[in-house]
T-cell receptor, first 114, second 115 residues
Framework: DAGVTQSPTHLIKTRGQQVTLRCSPK?????VSWYQQALGQGPQFIFQ???????QRGNFPDRFSGHQFPNYSSELNVNALLLGDSALYLC?????????????FGPGTRLTVL | GESVGLHLPTLSVQEGDNSIINCAYS??????FIWYKQESGKGPQFIID?????DKRQGQRVTVLLNKTVKHLSLQIAATQPGDSAVYFC??????????????FGKGTLLTVNP
């Protein structure tokens, strides 16, 4: 049974560019949440996708957008990259997405913006 | 405001000792709390959770204590092992009122277990 997978593992971009990160949820899960984790900090909630729609959003600008596909996989897009967007981006999947439904995290994508 | 914080950024213990990791929260509306473990190069892993109608919950070698009066949460690890070395995060959320799916994480405590 595959866990949560994310791609790519590492990514280097320059300021102003756009990036797309991908996540495949754990088998049987229908909800995907995205988090940003800066170095030495705890993860910060970006948004959650359920039934192909953004269900809740954290305090992130519109440069951060996402998508969920019919197979429940998800993408995180970040436009007009800033140096401050450098972080580990984590994807978490769960069944139904309620806060008491255990979230399973992937290993993350390390994004470096130069 | 909504925030979750930790008293100590690092904790070093001897193998076999008990570990206690503390966490303070400020949002009185929080009614659900979770502890996560994050090993180097991996995503956070669920350890144990507790709802605000409880003050203690036990798992395998772990116990979470919740003191709502002082908005304090702790994670106790019994007989700490080298494999317990990791960063530990507390996270909070709100169940009541519906329409909330967000977890708010604290900064984390680095636990180092010395052999």
């Amino acid at each position: 049974d595959a866990g949560v997978t994310q791609s790519p593992t590492h990514l280097i971009k320059t300021r102003g560019q756009q990036v797309t990160l991908r996540c495949s949820p754990k088998s049987g899960h229908d909800t995907v949440s995205w988090y940003q984790q800066a170095l030495g900090q705890g993860p910060q909630f970006i948004f959650q996708y359920y039934e192909e729609e953004e269900r809740q959003r954290g305090n992130f600008p519109d440069r951060f957008s996402g998508h969920q596909f019919p197979n429940y996989s998800s993408e995180l897009n970040v436009n007009a990259l800033l140096l401050g967007d450098s972080a580990l981006y984590l994807c978490a999947s769960s069944l139904f997405g309620g806060v008491t439904d255990t979230q399973y995290f992937g290993p993350g994508t390390r994004l470096t913006v130069l | 405001g909504e925030s979750v914080g930790l008293h100590l950024p690092t904790l070093s213990v001897q193998e076999g000792d008990n570990s206690i990791i503390n966490c303070a929260y400020s949002n009185s509306a929080s009614d659900y709390f979770i502890w996560y473990k994050q090993e180097s190069g991996k995503g956070p892993q669920f350890i144990i959770d507790i709802r605000s109608n409880m003050d203690k919950r036990q798992g395998q070698r772990v116990t979470v204590l919740l003191n709502k009066t002082v908005k304090h949460l702790s994670l106790q690890i019994a007989a700490t092992q080298p494999g317990d070395s990791a960063v530990y995060f507390c996270a909070e959320s709100r169940i009541s009122g519906g329409s909330n799916y967000k977890l708010t994480f604290g900064k984390g405590t680095l636990l180092t277990v010395n052999p």
